[in-house]
């Protein structure tokens, strides 16, 4: 036992109050341990808050329900054709193994329950062991009064996740909305009454009593912490690890100006997230240019647990991948507006400084972020790119950083956004002049996707030829619902940046979740999850919730080892006594 003397002690430290931190507190509890939550925002949830909530759960029980199938041994075929050598394959075998258990027992434990979504196709489905649905897991929805006060120190979701900037919508709402789907406009009336009658809620706050995505989960572990007595301390920022004996035994910390030692007697869990607002690193480790301005995480992750732990010699990697998407800047937001879904419908096209397309508009966003640094370092003028369209896409479809023209027009746009936030004119030649953008190879590209609109075949680059590019289409549009042809004025463009969620390179951990030194050895006393880890994935992507999934997957590992352990050395002490 350590010799250092603490104001506070636990069994295990938490830092980082996201969903993979509060589901390992809650697992250590529940398995005997005493655990505390720190968070140096004075907000909980993370960046998990602002999160779609999804979690990719391969094999999960509820696929057999929604009339899918599934097995251990596609999903690890699947990783280990994508992922490659990049992981040892003990901890994808860890997470597989695990992951439909942490579900299992979070939701009999916790009552925190997650349903599939069976249409979410994986991001590589055609790949071997892919799958076109089930996978993808969200939240439960979560009534918001059973949190009482505590709602109100909630990290509030970005209005861009809500329908009219208000109303939640979760996976499958937002994927019949956006993509125009049979009965739309009722679910959208259905979702506008049941918000505005409730009258007595709407007094108290402007959000919105049903919690889904990113708040249904930490709504829901956050309820689960105060069920079970788990305490979580808020402006308790982690300044350094405590060793003593080559062992991790508690944390420094400033909570409200004060500084306090925290100990750790089994454990310390770094669950903080990545470094996505601390230039210095991105500078360090990322693909340039980079900027923080053009993150959609929130400005809350420095990557203080990852220095933390190389402080005491653990080992990194992956340091220079992301989970990465294109974003836009909307004046007034704190952060980029990461297009996920604006880039698959039909009547859009991407294209660089020479006019030229790059990359299928609706792949994966990770792979699409990916091609714009590899297209700017062949000298084409890829960072921004942008994204160009017609007036019957902006009239039908949403565009980051505003609704469809039919729900908001341009002339309830801020009259100081056009020609700098975006972009518009009657014919292509003069958008290109006012983007900077070479005049012949955009309408080149132009008359080249409305071929392809026509024929329903990109023989460039493959839009709409995979289940997860047609995933958010206009299933009305034929006979390719991800080509519309781009003809009617005016036109529009807006830049797009190479951003990210957040970013994935971190501590090197075993299966265990353990955190290691360069040379393999173990710091004992010390775990990492989340972004705070090297992820799990690789440098890939397999489908929606692959960050989440594996934050509260290896969380759940990590607090059953703490544990086993402890137990394991309850004879010894016994036996030294």
């Not at 030194?517 to 710091?523: A, F, L, Y």
Request: charged share 25%.
């Amino acid at each position: 036992m350590s010799n250092t003397s603490f104001d506070q002690q636990f069994d295990v430290v938490v830092v980082g109050s996201g969903g993979g931190g509060m589901t390992a507190a809650l697992c250590a509890q529940s398995l005997g341990l005493s655990a505390v939550v720190i968070e140096k925002s004075d907000k909980y949830g993370g960046t998990s808050a602002v999160s779609g909530g999804g979690i990719w759960i391969p094999n999960n029980d509820d696929i057999a329900r929604t009339g899918g199938s599934d097995s251990y041994e596609e999903a690890l075929t699947y990783l280990k054709t994508i992922v490659g050598n990049e992981v040892p394959q003990e901890r994808i075998e860890a997470y597989l193994k695990n992951a439909p258990e942490m579900v299992r027992y979070m939701a009999k434990t916790f009552g925190v329950k997650y349903r599939n979504v069976p249409k979410y196709p994986d991001y590589y489905s055609n790949r071997p062991g892919g799958k076109d649905g089930w996978r993808s897991m969200e939240p439960v929805d979560f009534d918001a009064s059973l949190l009482g006060p505590e709602f109100d120190r909630q990290r509030e979701s970005f209005k861009g996740t809500l329908l009219m900037g208000r109303i939640a919508m979760n996976q499958v709402e937002a994927h019949k909305l956006f993509s125009r789907g049979p009965g739309w406009i009722l679910l959208t009336l259905k979702m506008l009454l049941k918000y505005w009658l409730d009258i007595g809620w709407r007094r108290k706050t402007h959000r919105d009593r049903r919690q889904v995505l990113g708040q249904g989960m930490v709504s829901t572990l956050r309820y689960a912490m105060l069920q079970k007595n788990v305490p979580l301390v808020l402006e308790c920022g982690m300044e350094s690890l405590i060793e003593e004996n080559g062992r991790v035994v508690g944390v420094n910390v400033v909570h409200r100006g004060r500084k306090l030692r925290y100990g750790a007697r089994r454990g310390v869990i770094l669950a903080c997230g990545g470094f996505e607002s601390n230039q210095a690193m991105r500078e360090k480790y990322l693909s340039q240019p980079t900027k923080v301005e053009w993150t959609a995480a929130p400005p809350i992750n420095q990557g203080d647990g990852i220095r933390a732990g190389q402080s005491l010699g653990a080992a990194t990697k992956l340091m220079d991948k992301v989970w990465g998407s294109p974003t836009v800047r909307k004046p007034g937001a704190d952060q980029q507006i990461t297009l996920f879904i604006e880039r698959g419908m039909p009547g859009c096209v991407a294209v660089n400084a020479k006019g030229k397309r790059f990359a299928n508009e609706a792949a994966a966003y990770p792979d699409f972020r990916d091609a714009m640094y590899a297209d700017n370092a062949k000298g084409n003028g890829c960072v921004p790119a942008w994204l160009v369209f017609d007036a019957t896409f902006r009239y039908k479809y949403p565009m980051g950083i505003f609704l469809p023209g039919q729900i908001e027009p341009d002339a309830r746009l801020p009259a100081d956004w056009l020609d700098k936030v975006y972009y518009r004119a009657d014919s292509i030649d003069v958008l290109a002049g006012k983007i900077g953008v070479d005049k012949a190879g955009l309408a080149e590209t132009v008359a080249k996707m409305n071929e392809y609109a026509k024929s329903g075949v990109d023989p460039e680059f493959g839009k709409g030829s995979i289940p997860i590019d047609r995933y958010y289409s206009d299933p009305s549009v034929k006979p390719n619902t991800c080509l519309g042809p781009i003809v009617k004025a005016p036109f529009y463009a807006v830049p797009m940046y190479p951003g990210e969620i957040g970013t994935k390179g971190g501590l090197d951990v075993d299966p265990k979740a353990r955190v290691l030194r360069e040379d393999g050895s173990v710091i004992a006393g010390l775990y990492a999850i989340g972004n705070t880890s090297a992820a799990v994935m690789g440098s890939t992507y397999p489908g929606a919730g692959s960050t989440l999934g594996p934050a509260m997957t290896f969380g759940y590992i990590a607090a059953r080892d703490i544990a086993e352990s402890a137990k394991a050395e309850q004879p010894r002490i016994a036996a030294a006594a």
